[in-house]
């Protein structure tokens, strides 16, 4: 079994930067793809980011390229987001996924969970 456990959230005000990370426990995080989705109220859990297990390549929502990076480090089993250039629609809680089956952008591909973090972007 897989544990996650994402930090890094809070209150920022636009403009600003944050970087999640996701610390990982269990067996062979260095084998499995690891991602980032979000989930503001009301609205579906969305894809953010994603990368292999290598960390050699990544992915990303086409609306979202340019201000978020995600990068692992196989190890320390952490995964992080950088986030750039905050605005508002970015209020959401952040959740760090592993090991996909299938396409990278369900969320339902993915087995492993965290908890959330959530990040809160004022004016």
């Not at 897989?2 to 996701?22: I, K, T, W």
């Amino acid at each position: 079994q897989v544990h996650l456990v994402e930090s890094g959230g809070g209150l920022v005000q636009a403009g600003g930067s944050l970087r999640l990370s996701c610390a990982a426990s269990g067996h062979a995080f260095s084998t499995y793809p690891m991602g980032w989705f979000r989930q503001a109220p009301g609205k579906e859990r969305q894809f953010v980011a994603a990368i292999t297990s290598s960390g050699v390549d990544t992915f990303y929502a086409d609306s979202l390229k340019g201000r978020f990076t995600i990068s692992r480090d196989n190890a320390k089993n952490t995964v992080s987001l950088q986030i750039n250039n905050l605005n508002l629609e970015d209020t959401a809680v952040y959740y760090c996924a592993g090991d996909p089956d299938g396409d990278y952008t369900r969320s339902t591909d993915w087995a492993y969970w965290g908890q959330g973090t959530q990040v809160t972007v004022f004016s």
